[in-house]
């Protein structure tokens, strides 16, 4: 079963690289190309991807804030009530707002064609730039005679992306070491289930931590078993163990969690915690710094993440193991132990995101409570490039496009909830398409290594 | 078993002998009673009888040992009674009843587990199955529900409407691939989540799929000229979709091991590589069984919306078929007639499963436990291997002396 798919997946690698965007090309410095025969790789190759994608951005922007213009004022207001420093309430008459951002945004994509056209890449603060001007441009089309909550917009993002960020933080690491991880879900569902047990029995919701930790490697440890061991295609046994787990979590939830609610399924929330000058900034005060400790653990494991996997010796042989197993086997590096330990590891992370569902954000263990979680952020890992950063941006970007959508079903949104919650997910398609910068995991992910 | 597990390179007509006595069906069997002693153990672990008898297991262990007896034997009873033959039934009518549900269930679960096995034997993976379905649903549903036709042609209408929206969200994974190597797990995966919130949203919509003076998000019923007939009269939930999901297998027997395209599948598969330097056009082939994939699962999707649920559907339709499907083409090695047998199999697990959870009290999702245990143990052989202590077959052929004459003797 696994050679189909392995091969696959090599063909599919190929073809990745020949469409590669030189765009990010020299952004993208972290990437080593494992094999040096593809000479076409030094040649500068002309993409018009970015200018196109601009341009057909620009064409919507055009509809959408002009020709369906709306009149009114939009407000944005900056600071809740019971900030320290308050900040006046931001109004721009909308129509007006939503041409200057369509001229912008025709500006930014006739540069990028410039740029293009004169061999040089679309560097990567363009891009930046130009979604965040059709952000503003949409968003003051959206809330045209309305008052947007942007402090309210922002918390709620870092609170739908936290779980998605420690998910993609273990996807990075299995990916890079050479396990695909499409058990990311069940890692989340099973971190949750056992920490919401544990933290109300125990009543301590540190101990759930630690719990969830145990329970994401632990489900890791049967992807890693059959996928270093028995050779089983990574795929398949990340969809089964996430099916596994479900069917675990909800048998349990249904004969022995909802019987005795209130001593296995009551687990203590953490506090928020208000770090001292940092938490009364305008707008980034209350989003990053009035949070609990699991969010503050996440911004030590992001930056953990990044430094290790590519400033320490245990990171250069993780991507050593996850892009060529055969050279880094050669030079000692145990290729299936370092597979086993670090699958682990990354599904301990993950499960640290799932004691987030229950102790930080809802509170007490659910039914299939991470509801695809899991599945957006394996999106974020490869909408972010496997790199710890970029994918932590990408989980951001999905968890800001799901709350964008709560907030303007509260004032009433003229686009359906449903087009706003299916925009991760296209975008995603598009990130694998190549339509979004190059999408190539490392080489050797997804394969086994069988030591010869 | 060792024996014939010696004569690998014998001809291909050799197969089905080599399945069966090479270990692949002993392992099957072996693995579906691995898991349900798993799913047993569960049971009797959470079970308040047993774990009140295991109070004092030190002073009177019978009771224990009794209760998990209990508890065990009355879920698997229930799952049988439930799923193939109803002991308590006054007429033979009632008594096959559940061996009726079980086809029913079966049905969409062969057509999507066809679907995501012909996907594999071009080693393609397809999860896309819900969303496959879902589009094929409303697709199916919209024609079966909005115009009036002829009895006959309205049904045929309606199953192709289905086929095509099934084959057209597989097509763009196909597509994808083959233009620009987009990864078909993550495309599909993506696709899912665009299908369920595409639906929804017309679902929702008057004009586009909600029923007219309704708020509900939910369709019309089915026109009784685009729905499948019943099989076994009125008072039997089986419909003529079994009939299809059967011919469907045919086909795609047919198709794999009798037509040209089937054998470019299978090269494609087997070997991307070396299928190109053949002559084979890989890329046109990835498109091509994804959009054969697509339409299989979305005959799915059709008999869920023209044979199990007439009354008109909602977003849930799909109800974890796509899913399930990965699993039953996985039990059936993605073999047509493997797959058929493996999505009446789980087809008996969803019919048992909800008479056990009304009978016993039992949750249904203990099926899913089941179900994925059993994928898990079929995907690894020597750990069922090592689980019953079987001989491995590669080792113990090496102690043989001659496989030339075994291989003759097979002949």
């Known amino acids: 079963m696994s050679s189909p798919l392995s091969a696959s997946a090599a063909s599919g690698t190929n073809l990745a690289t020949e469409v590669a965007d030189p765009g990010t090309r020299a952004t993208a410095t972290q990437h080593e190309h494992p094999d040096s025969s593809n000479g076409l790789e030094k040649t500068i190759v002309k993409s018009y991807k970015a200018p196109i994608a601009f341009a057909i951005f620009t064409v919507i922007a055009l509809v959408l804030f002009v020709v369906l213009g709306r009149d ?113 879900e069940g890692q989340l569902l099973a971190g949750a289930f056992a920490s919401a047990v544990v933290a109300s029995i125990t009543g301590q919701p540190l101990l759930g931590l630690v719990v969830a930790m145990i329970a994401g490697a632990l489900v890791s440890f049967v992807l890693a078993a059959f996928a270093i061991k028995y050779l089983v295609d990574q795929v398949i046994v990340g969809v ?21 609610a209130e001593v296995l399924n009551s687990p203590p929330r953490f506090d928020r915690i208000n770090i001292p000058v940092l938490s009364e900034i305008p707008i980034i005060g209350p989003t990053l710094f009035r949070q609990t400790i699991v969010v503050y653990l996440m911004y030590i494991g992001v930056a953990a993440v990044y430094f290790a996997l590519f400033h320490t010796k245990w990171g250069l042989r993780v991507r050593a193991v996850g892009e060529h197993p055969q050279a880094a086997d050669t030079v000692g590096i145990n290729v299936s132990g370092t597979r086993f330990w670090n699958v682990l590891l990354a599904g301990a992370i993950a499960g640290l995101g799932g ?87 490392p080489a050797a992910s997804g394969r086994p290594y069988i030591k010869a | 078993m060792s024996d014939t597990a010696a004569a690998q390179p014998a001809p291909k007509s050799n197969q089905v002998l080599r399945d069966i006595m090479g270990g692949s069906v002993v392992i099957s069997i072996l693995a579906v009673v691995l898991a349900l002693i798993a799913g047993g153990i569960l049971i009797a672990l959470t079970d308040p009888g047993v774990q009140a008898a295991s109070g004092y297991f030190f002073s009177r262990p019978g009771d224990t040992l009794s209760a998990i007896w209990t508890s065990v034997s009355g879920a698997y009873g229930a799952l049988f009674q439930g799923s193939v033959v109803n002991f308590g039934a006054t007429t033979f009518a009632n008594a096959i009843k559940p061996l009726t549900n079980t086809l029913t269930f079966a049905t969409p679960l062969i057509a999507a587990g066809l679907g995501v096995g012909l996907a594999f034997r071009a080693g393609m993976f397809n999860i896309g199955g819900q969303g496959q379905m879902l589009i094929a649903a409303a697709a199916a549903g919209w024609v079966g529900y909005s115009f009036p036709l002829p009895y006959g042609i309205h049904l045929i209408l309606a199953v192709a409407a ?56 939910k369709t019309p019923a089915m026109l009784p000229s685009a729905v499948y007939p019943d099989l076994l009269g009125p008072g039997f939930n089986l419909h003529a979709g079994l009939i299809v999901s059967i011919a469907a297998t045919i086909f795609v027997w047919w198709l794999l091991n009798r037509s040209s395209l089937g054998f470019k599948f299978r090269a494609v598969g087997q070997n991307p590589n070396a299928a190109r330097v053949a002559g084979i056009d890989v890329k046109r082939s990835y498109i091509t069984v994804m959009l054969l994939s697509g339409g299989l699962v979305g005959l799915a999707g059709v008999a869920q919306v023209l044979g199990t649920v007439t009354s008109g559907f909602s977003s849930g339709i799909d109800a974890g078929i796509g899913f399930d499907a990965i699993t039953v083409a996985l039990l059936g090695r993605s073999k ?76």
């Open chain 2, 336 to 411: 047509p007639w493997g797959i058929f047998v493996a999505g009446i199999l789980f087809g008996a697990f969803k019919a048992g499963g909800f008479a056990m959870q009304a009978g016993q009290g039992i949750p249904v999702d203990i099926v899913l436990v089941v179900q994925s245990l059993i994928v898990l143990f079929i995907a690894a052989p020597p750990l069922v291997r090592a689980v019953f202590r079987l001989p491995t077959p590669g080792v113990a052929s090496k102690k043989k002396p001659a496989p030339k004459q075994i291989a003759v003797a097979a002949k």
């Open chain 1, 355 to 441: 004691a987030y569902f229950t102790l930080g954000s809802v509170g007490a263990f659910n039914k299939e409570m991470t509801a695809g979680a899991g599945y957006i952020a394996l999106a974020a890992v490869i909408f972010g490039q496997w790199d710890p950063i970029r994918a932590t941006l990408a989980a951001l970007l999905f968890g800001f496009a799901s709350n964008l959508q709560n907030v303007l079903g509260i004032i009433g949104s003229p686009v359906p909830s449903e087009f706003m919650l299916m925009l991760p997910y296209v975008l995603t398609i598009f990130a694998v398409a190549g339509l979004v910068g190059r999408s190539r995991g």
């Open chain 2, 162 to 217: 289905g086929i095509a929206g099934g084959a057209i969200w597989g097509g763009i994974v196909g597509f994808l691939k083959a233009r620009t190597g987009a990864h078909e797990v993550i495309v599909t995966i993506m696709l899912n989540y665009v299908a369920v919130y595409l639906v929804s949203y017309m679902l929702r919509t008057p004009g586009l799929l909600q029923a007219p003076g309704s708020n509900n998000p």
């Open chain 1, 240 to 260: 089964v163990l996430n099916v596994l787990v479900i069917g675990l979590t909800n048998f349990l939830y249904s004969q022995v969690l909802s019987k005795n």
């Open chain 1, 72 to 184: 009114g004022v939009s407000t944005f207001r900056l600071s809740n009530d019971n900030d320290l420093i308050q900040l006046p309430a931001l109004g721009v008459p909308t129509r007006i707002a939503g041409i200057v951002a369509t001229v912008l945004l025709a500006v930014i994509a006739v540069l990028a064609y410039l740029r293009v056209r004169a061999d040089r890449h679309v560097p990567l603060w363009l891009t930046s730039l130009f979604g965040v001007l059709f952000l503003f441009g949409f968003l003051a089309w959206a809330a045209a005679g309305q008052t947007l909550p942007v402090p309210g917009l922002l918390v709620g993002t870092v609170s739908l992306s936290v779980p998605l960020i420690f998910g993609a933080m273990g996807g990075v690491i299995s990916e890079r070491v050479g396990v695909v991880n499409v058990a990311i």
